[in-house]
Protein backbone atom coordinates (compact mmCIF):
# COMPACT_ATOMS: atom_id res chain seq x y z
CA UNK A 1 0.00 0.00 0.00
CA UNK A 2 1.51 3.20 -0.89
CA UNK A 3 0.55 6.40 0.34
CA UNK A 4 0.91 9.92 -1.30
CA UNK A 5 0.73 13.15 0.61
CA UNK A 6 1.03 15.98 -2.31
CA UNK A 7 2.39 19.82 -1.19
CA UNK A 8 3.54 23.30 -2.62
CA UNK A 9 -0.17 24.02 -3.80
CA UNK A 10 -1.01 28.32 -3.92
CA UNK A 11 -2.36 31.18 -4.97
CA UNK A 12 -0.38 32.85 -7.65
CA UNK A 13 -0.40 35.27 -10.26
CA UNK A 14 0.34 34.76 -14.29
CA UNK A 15 3.99 33.91 -15.14
CA UNK A 16 4.91 32.85 -11.83
CA UNK A 17 6.36 29.37 -10.64
CA UNK A 18 5.79 26.74 -7.94
CA UNK A 19 6.81 23.60 -7.35
CA UNK A 20 4.80 20.54 -5.98
CA UNK A 21 5.93 17.79 -4.05
CA UNK A 22 4.46 14.78 -3.19
CA UNK A 23 5.70 12.42 -0.63
CA UNK A 24 5.16 8.66 -0.77
CA UNK A 25 5.35 6.14 1.92
CA UNK A 26 5.04 2.75 1.98
CA UNK A 27 5.40 0.12 -0.80
CA UNK A 28 8.73 0.50 -2.86
CA UNK A 29 8.39 4.02 -4.77
CA UNK A 30 11.34 2.96 -7.04
CA UNK A 31 9.26 0.17 -8.18
CA UNK A 32 6.49 2.82 -8.78
CA UNK A 33 5.82 4.64 -12.36
CA UNK A 34 4.26 7.69 -11.52
CA UNK A 35 2.12 10.85 -12.54
CA UNK A 36 0.51 14.30 -12.03
CA UNK A 37 -3.12 14.66 -13.03
CA UNK A 38 -5.22 17.91 -12.44
CA UNK A 39 -8.99 18.48 -12.20
CA UNK A 40 -10.17 21.78 -12.97
CA UNK A 41 -13.83 23.12 -11.40
CA UNK A 42 -16.37 21.72 -13.34
CA UNK A 43 -14.42 19.83 -15.65
CA UNK A 44 -12.59 15.81 -16.10
CA UNK A 45 -9.59 15.01 -14.32
CA UNK A 46 -7.07 14.99 -16.76
CA UNK A 47 -3.21 13.91 -16.83
CA UNK A 48 -0.85 16.30 -17.04
CA UNK A 49 2.33 14.48 -17.06
CA UNK A 50 4.06 10.56 -16.25
CA UNK A 51 7.60 9.63 -15.26
CA UNK A 52 8.22 5.89 -15.56
CA UNK A 53 9.76 4.02 -12.65
CA UNK A 54 13.88 4.83 -13.05
CA UNK A 55 12.70 8.06 -14.01
CA UNK A 56 14.37 8.71 -17.61
CA UNK A 57 11.14 8.34 -19.88
CA UNK A 58 8.69 11.24 -19.14
CA UNK A 59 5.38 12.11 -21.19
CA UNK A 60 3.62 15.51 -21.10
CA UNK A 61 0.39 17.50 -22.35
CA UNK A 62 1.15 19.63 -24.92
CA UNK A 63 -0.12 22.68 -22.65
CA UNK A 64 2.47 22.27 -20.14
CA UNK A 65 5.19 21.34 -22.90
CA UNK A 66 8.62 23.39 -22.10
CA UNK A 67 6.80 25.15 -18.59
CA UNK A 68 6.37 22.46 -16.92
CA UNK A 69 8.96 19.89 -15.24
CA UNK A 70 8.44 16.17 -13.65
CA UNK A 71 11.20 14.39 -11.74
CA UNK A 72 11.63 11.90 -9.47
CA UNK A 73 14.54 11.22 -6.28
CA UNK A 74 13.92 7.49 -5.43
CA UNK A 75 16.06 7.87 -2.48
CA UNK A 76 13.69 10.62 -1.01
CA UNK A 77 11.04 9.08 -1.79
CA UNK A 78 9.39 12.41 -3.78
CA UNK A 79 8.15 12.84 -6.89
CA UNK A 80 8.29 16.79 -8.04
CA UNK A 81 6.01 19.30 -10.34
CA UNK A 82 8.39 22.38 -10.93
CA UNK A 83 5.65 24.58 -12.57
CA UNK A 84 6.93 27.74 -14.53
CA UNK A 85 5.27 30.64 -16.79
CA UNK A 86 1.79 29.55 -14.87
CA UNK A 87 -1.63 30.60 -16.50
CA UNK A 88 -4.71 30.65 -15.25
CA UNK A 89 -5.74 27.89 -17.16
CA UNK A 90 -3.21 25.96 -15.06
CA UNK A 91 -5.75 26.23 -11.90
CA UNK A 92 -7.14 22.98 -10.53
CA UNK A 93 -6.36 20.63 -7.72
CA UNK A 94 -3.23 19.29 -8.28
CA UNK A 95 -2.98 15.16 -7.70
CA UNK A 96 0.07 12.57 -8.19
CA UNK A 97 -0.59 8.83 -8.45
CA UNK A 98 1.30 5.84 -8.43
CA UNK A 99 1.22 3.28 -10.82
CA UNK A 100 3.08 0.09 -8.90
CA UNK A 101 4.41 -1.48 -12.23
CA UNK A 102 8.53 -1.03 -12.56
CA UNK A 103 8.11 -0.20 -16.38
CA UNK A 104 8.93 2.52 -19.06
CA UNK A 105 5.79 2.95 -19.85
CA UNK A 106 3.81 5.46 -18.98
CA UNK A 107 -0.29 5.60 -19.26
CA UNK A 108 -2.28 8.46 -19.05
CA UNK A 109 -5.51 7.09 -17.86
CA UNK A 110 -6.62 7.70 -14.56
CA UNK A 111 -7.69 3.75 -14.33
CA UNK A 112 -4.18 2.73 -14.50
CA UNK A 113 -2.88 4.44 -11.41
CA UNK A 114 -3.99 2.62 -8.05
CA UNK A 115 -2.69 5.01 -5.77
CA UNK A 116 -3.55 8.84 -5.24
CA UNK A 117 -2.78 11.49 -3.17
CA UNK A 118 -5.56 13.91 -1.52
CA UNK A 119 -4.13 16.55 -3.93
CA UNK A 120 -2.97 20.22 -3.46
CA UNK A 121 -5.17 22.98 -4.94
CA UNK A 122 -3.16 25.58 -7.49
CA UNK A 123 -4.57 28.83 -8.25
CA UNK A 124 -3.45 31.19 -10.76
CA UNK A 125 -4.74 34.70 -11.19
CA UNK A 126 -4.80 36.99 -14.00
Known amino acids: QVQLVESGGGLVQAGDSLRLSCAAS????????MAWFRQAPGKEREFVVG????????LYIDSVKGRFTISRDNFKNTLYLQMNSLKPEDTAVYYC???????????????????WGQGTQVTVSS
Open 97 to 115: AARPRFTEVIKTEAGNYNY
Open 26 to 33: GGTFSRNA
Open 51 to 58: ISSAGPST
